[in-house]
């Protein structure tokens, strides 16, 4: 199975214990902390809540720091202050009203080193400038404080509308070694996608080096030949005449590869906001209309068809391989449903695949 390289393993988001507030926080005021990963360690405030929250323009990341970051003394930041590893930003905000999102996630696997969760599409892993209580990272501090247990530590990330497998840690030792193995590209990664046009082969690899854009909204990835290395192996399961359900191994680990890389030949995901058709209008849209009857039409689906489907690693304690596998959500399944006739029957099994159930 090929190998892929997570995003950062570093959990941006600090749940203590006992929680922390700098002093003068209202007591209805949400307090966020973030911890800073030594990749981040020199950077300007600014530029560090805006890496955070990464759909923040830098004015409205300069705001925030003005209006809502302290130290825990109480005294107010600046966005010109230098952050260092290990240091805890925290962020001060009036409460506010939370986007809907699922409120559960399931569990695949639990033992006393990790936690393997199946996240629906639509919960965010972190707090952002819109989410608080609406993460996963938030659920899971809720629910094991209150049978007083370790708090399971995010050891990857999916994007917010990407379902299926996370990892936890479940103790400091585990997520101490799920990061090296991260970082050594030594856990394998398997995603599921419905896409729109015909691949160009049944198999094959997209080797295209990507970076961040150099102008426009700066959440987006571009194919740059100066860019970092980025390699997704592919395999067709199906296909109809307009779009195909295809499974996906990254062998690297580049924010949006896999909706980059199936973009740049010609096979967008179904429902993706950002590397559609359309580009990023659909969802500059979104985010002033919401998801209309019109922009669900053009899209083809209400979120990004891409799930994260298995996930193989050597198990922290035990030290022997472990493989996870989240099934096709219902979402999908029926999407699939209405773009075959033949739904989920008679799927091609590549090699990784052959006894996992999709």
């Known amino acids: 199975m090929a190998r892929a390289a997570a995003a950062s393993a570093v959990p941006g988001h600090v749940e203590p214990a006992v929680e922390e507030r700098p002093v003068g926080s209202p007591p209805e005021a949400v307090v966020l902390r973030f911890v800073v990963p030594g990749e981040l360690a020199g950077l300007r405030l600014d530029r560090f809540v805006q890496h955070r929250m990464p759909r923040l323009t830098r004015t409205r990341a ?3 720091v003005q209006s809502c970051a302290f130290r825990l003394d109480g005294t107010p930041r600046r966005c010109s202050d230098i952050v260092q590893s290990g240091e805890i930003i925290y962020l001060v905000r009036e409460r506010f009203e939370e986007p809907i999102t699922p409120l559960h996630f399931g569990v695949l696997h639990q033992d006393d080193a990790v936690l393997l969760v199946d996240k629906p599409a639509g919960l965010p892993m972190h707090p ?10 938030y659920l899971l501090r809720t ?6 247990l370790f708090v399971p530590r995010i050891a990857h990330r999916l994007d917010r509308e990407t379902s299926g497998i996370v990892v936890c840690a479940r103790t400091l030792e585990a997520e ?3 990061k090296k193995a991260f970082e050594r590209h ?4 398997s995603y599921l996608a419905i896409v729109s046009g015909q691949l160009p082969a049944l198999s094959g690899d997209i080797d295209l080096p990507m970076a961040p854009v150099q102008q426009g909204l700066h959440v987006l990835m571009e194919l740059r030949p100066d860019g ?11 296909s109809t005449e307009s779009h195909a359900l295809v499974a996906l191994f990254p062998r690297s680990g580049r924010q949006h590869q896999l909706r980059v890389h199936l973009s740049a030949i010609g096979c967008p995901i179904v429902g993706d906001k950002l590397y559609g058709p359309e580009r990023e209008a659909p969802f500059l849209e979104y985010i002033e209309t919401g998801m209309t009857p ?9 979120r990004q068809a891409l799930h994260a489907h298995t996930l193989t690693f050597t198990h922290p304690e ?3 391989r472990f493989r996870a596998v989240a099934k096709l959500p219902d979402d999908l399944v029926e999407l699939w449903q209405g773009l075959s006739s033949e739904g989920l029957r008679g799927l091609s099994r590549p090699s990784q695949l052959v006894d996992v159930a999709i």
């Open 62 to 64: 300069q705001k925030i």
């Open 128 to 137: 952002t400038a819109t989410y608080h209580k609406h993460t996963l990272s």
């Open 143 to 148: 629910q094991y404080e209150a049978q007083s």
């Open 318 to 320: 035990t030290e022997e």
């Open 186 to 189: 030594e856990i394998d990664k």
């Open 176 to 178: 101490r070694r799920l």
């Open 228 to 238: 970092l290395s980025a390699f997704t192996h592919y395999e067709v399961l199906a």
């Open 294 to 302: 019109e922009l669900l039409r053009r899209l083809g689906h209400d």
